[in-house]
């Protein structure tokens, strides 16, 4: 679902984007950016991740605004304190705030020929693997050796029936776009070969240090009450949080 950014080209947007002063976030809100997503972030303030926002925040006391960005200009937003957080980090992957919950999880596939072997985290560097540039999951996937970063998506299938590659990796949501915008995906198989964890990156000041930890407590309490459930569920979406402890101590 989401791309890696270098640190350093965010540094470098952030240091561009100070050629021009932004307003900051308003007290008494949580201004939080996005890539639009379908079902997700969407660009009309819909989808699960602005309804799970919505229930963190605004029963503690802060409105929830949302705004649409590309990821790199999310994170540089971010990083200059003219929004609070971004959707979508893995743990660390930025110089940012973090909180000890995720809200989500990232599940990831590998796509190839049905003939093909079962691939596993073990077996990966024995085959050509390809994902689209900026996902980095070699960082993921220690055993990955030889791969390939892809442009788009278009031709997916295409280059696997080609032999261009053996397997494609990508996350669920973008493996069932390509699955149902396929004329016949029976020659195809998908394997699940990790889990990633997904987190809010908050801005390292004053302001974001006191918006995680509001994230944190509040998590803390909608898992253990289970009232986040249903959300997942409207959304069908896969609930992330079944083997989870219902407090993670700091």
């Known amino acids: 679902m989401f791309k890696w950014v270098s640190p350093l080209l965010c540094g470098l947007l952030a240091g561009w984007l100070g050629t021009a002063q932004a307003a900051k976030p308003e007290p008494g809100t949580v201004a939080i950016v996005s890539e639009a997503w379908n079902d997700y972030t969407g660009a009309d303030g819909t989808g699960l991740g602005w309804d799970l926002m919505r229930i963190i925040f605004e029963p503690a006391g802060y409105k929830l ?23 979508g980090s893995y743990k660390d992957e930025q110089t940012s705030l973090y909180p000890r919950w995720h809200y989500d999880t990232d599940h990831i596939y590998a796509l190839s020929l049905a003939r093909l072997p079962v691939p596993t985290q073990a077996n990966l560097g024995d085959y050509r693997l390809a994902w689209v540039r900026g996902y980095e999951f070699q960082r993921y996937l220690p055993a990955a050796k030889q791969y390939e970063e892809v442009r788009r ?49 908050f801005a390292n000041n004053a302001r974001g240090q006191e918006l995680r930890d509001v994230f944190d407590k509040r998590m803390d309490q909608l898992v253990a009450s289970g009232e986040l459930r249903p ?16 407090s993670k101590a700091p």
């Open 65 to 87: 605004v949302w705004r649409i960005e590309p990821y790199l200009r999310s994170v540089g937003l971010v990083q200059r304190g003219e929004a609070d957080a971004w959707v």
């Open 153 to 201: 998506r278009d031709g997916i299938l295409e280059m696997l029936k080609r032999g261009h590659a053996d397997y494609y990796i990508d996350a669920e949501q973008e493996m069932d776009y390509i699955r149902e915008h396929a004329t016949d995906f029976s020659p195809f198989r998908l394997t699940h070969l990790i889990d990633l964890p997904l987190y809010l990156g």
């Open 231 to 246: 959300l997942y569920r409207r959304w069908k979406m896969p609930y992330p949080f079944d083997h989870e402890p219902a």
